[in-house]
């Protein structure tokens, strides 16, 4: 008996992860590739097709499942996406069907990995829940009742892009004071460059030549007084943040993913006390902050083969 197999790809800014995951979530083989390394879409299908192919997987493939920043489920197109070189429109899931010759389903990639989270990961058990995607930039994937809730353009969730700052920092979407300039990998690089500290001069950030989100939280944890400060402030305006869009969807639960994520606790319980401060009375003490259950590549892979599981079960 063939088992079926969906190819999971999520197109990020920085790397595009790709996958093979079978019904029951398994990942039977992952790939990462550098984005930016592609200068059109058509030379990244190309590789992509020829390693599942050089796999024997092809005749086991039931179909594909992207996600991608600004991608459209409606139109599967990527449409205007700031934390890509590809700019405009492009037809990135036309692009797959016409190489694999598989029905290809495209999601924002926020929607895609809140899809995985629901069938294999620290969502199973809620109904009404926010994935919140950690990387760099940030997105959100909404589940209501059971569904996910992708609006009326497909483009529902763009929390990343709600201004929590007037006039502030300047986004790659064109406006200023984005949520994501703020809480994003990127964002916590510029908090480190531009906020003030008397701790600055005694850290091990001081040097802004090679600073990474993962080198700041790093520091936070071995107690560098200006990498927790950074830490806080980012955690405030998430937790700030989080509290404001409760008033919207009444979520059981934040899951937070990506990057910033994997520091554990240490972060989703800071996040947790800023966004319990804030709440609306009536939403105090019910809402949780979880931390992903699907780990490294894994969570990209799962969320968008998951897509098109969830396509194919709810048909």
């Not at 008996?1 to 093979?20: R, S």
């Not at 600004?70 to 449409?79: K, P, Q, V």
């Not at 994003?184 to 989100?213: C, F, K, Q, W, Y």
């Not at 897509?307 to 048909?315: D, G, L, Q, R, T």
Request: with cysteine; proline share 2%.
């Amino acid at each position: 008996m063939i088992e079926h197999v969906a190819l999971g790809i999520d197109i990020g800014g920085t790397n595009t992860a790709y996958g093979l995951v079978n019904r029951k979530g398994e990942v039977l083989f992952e790939e990462s590739i550098t984005t930016n390394d592609y200068l059109d879409p058509e030379e990244l299908v190309d590789k992509i097709y020829q390693d599942v192919k050089d796999k024997g997987f092809l005749d086991n493939l039931l179909g594909l499942g992207v996600g991608a920043p600004n991608g459209n489920a409606f139109t599967g197109n990527i449409e205007f996406a700031p934390n890509l070189k590809w700019k405009g429109v492009v037809p990135i899931a036309e692009l797959f069907e016409q190489k694999f010759h598989r029905p290809t389903l495209l999601a924002n990639d926020a929607n895609a990995a809140a899809i995985g989270e629901h069938l294999f990961g620290n969502a199973k058990d809620l109904n009404d829940f926010v994935l919140v995607t950690l990387g760099t930039g940030l997105g959100s994937g909404i589940f209501i009742n059971g569904e996910l809730i992708v609006g009326s353009q497909g483009f529902a969730g763009e929390y990343g892009h709600i201004r929590v700052v007037h006039n502030g920092r300047s986004c790659g979407c064109g406006r200023n004071g984005c949520l994501e300039t703020y809480v994003s990998s990127t964002g916590v690089v510029r908090s480190v460059e531009e906020l003030e500290s008397p701790h600055r001069e005694n850290s091990s950030l001081r040097d802004l030549s090679n600073i990474t989100a993962k080198k700041v939280f790093e520091a936070a944890s071995s107690g560098d007084d200006f990498a927790c400060e950074i830490v806080d402030y980012t955690a405030e305006m998430l937790g700030i943040a989080l509290a404001d869009f409760a008033a919207f969807s009444n979520p059981k639960a934040y899951v937070l993913f990506g990057g910033l994520a994997q520091s554990g606790a240490y972060f989703s319980e800071k996040v947790k006390k800023y966004m319990e401060e804030n709440l609306l009375q009536i939403y105090k003490g019910h809402i949780e902050i979880r931390n992903s259950a699907l780990h490294d590549m894994n969570a990209a892979v799962l969320g968008t083969a998951a897509s098109m599981f969830w396509n194919a079960i709810k048909k």
